[in-house]
């Protein structure tokens, strides 16, 4: 069996070819819109292409890392995100070269949520303004 090192450079891989790559979630950070065990479709935007409550998909150390975008900065020529998972209370900077994509669709028991649909993206943006003002009010 491959170790999970190996499979995020397969993976790592087959996305760059093709720029668009299914994910399984491992971890409950985006809880209760994305569970542990559901499918995330992933495609490469450039930075210019994500925007407030967009879910990215971004390298952290030796992890592949799924959370909300809340905020987003552009200083000193270099664009940041600020980014938190749904279902954790801090958030933290994002630079713009650590993301590997946007997320598109959510697989759920062979069920589809297309976030690049208008309803998709108007709940997106929606959810993302939420949790940008309770950070602010909250943080």
């Known amino acids: 069996m491959a170790k999970p090192l190996q499979?995020?450079?397969?993976?790592?891989?087959?996305y760059s070819r093709k720029g668009i790559g299914w994910l399984?979630?491992?971890?409950?950070?985006?809880?209760?819109?994305?569970q542990i065990g559901d499918s995330i479709l992933v495609k490469y935007v450039?930075?210019?292409?994500?925007?407030?409550?967009?879910?990215?998909?971004?390298?952290?150390?030796?992890?592949?890392?799924?959370?909300?975008i809340i905020g987003r900065q552009i200083g000193n020529h270099r664009i940041t995100f600020?980014?938190?998972?749904?279902?954790?209370?801090?958030?933290s900077e994002l630079f713009a070269e650590n993301?590997?994509?946007?997320?598109i669709c959510i697989?759920?028991?062979?069920?589809?949520m297309k976030l690049d649909s208008f309803w998709g993206s108007l709940m997106n943006?929606?959810?993302?303004?939420?949790?940008?003002?309770?950070y602010?009010?909250?943080g």
């Open 107 to 112: 697989e759920k028991k062979d069920k589809f």
């Open 46 to 68: 450039t930075s210019k292409q994500i925007h407030l409550g967009d879910i990215v998909v971004f390298k952290e150390m030796d992890r592949l890392v799924t959370h909300r």
């Open 99 to 103: 993301v590997i994509g946007k997320v």
């Open 82 to 91: 600020l980014q938190k998972g749904d279902s954790n209370t801090f958030a």
């Open 125 to 134: 943006r929606f959810l993302g303004i939420c949790f940008h003002l309770l």
């Open 24 to 34: 399984t979630v491992c971890s409950g950070s985006m809880s209760p819109m994305i």
């Open 136 to 138: 602010v009010l909250l």
């Open 7 to 14: 499979l995020q450079e397969l993976w790592n891989e087959l």
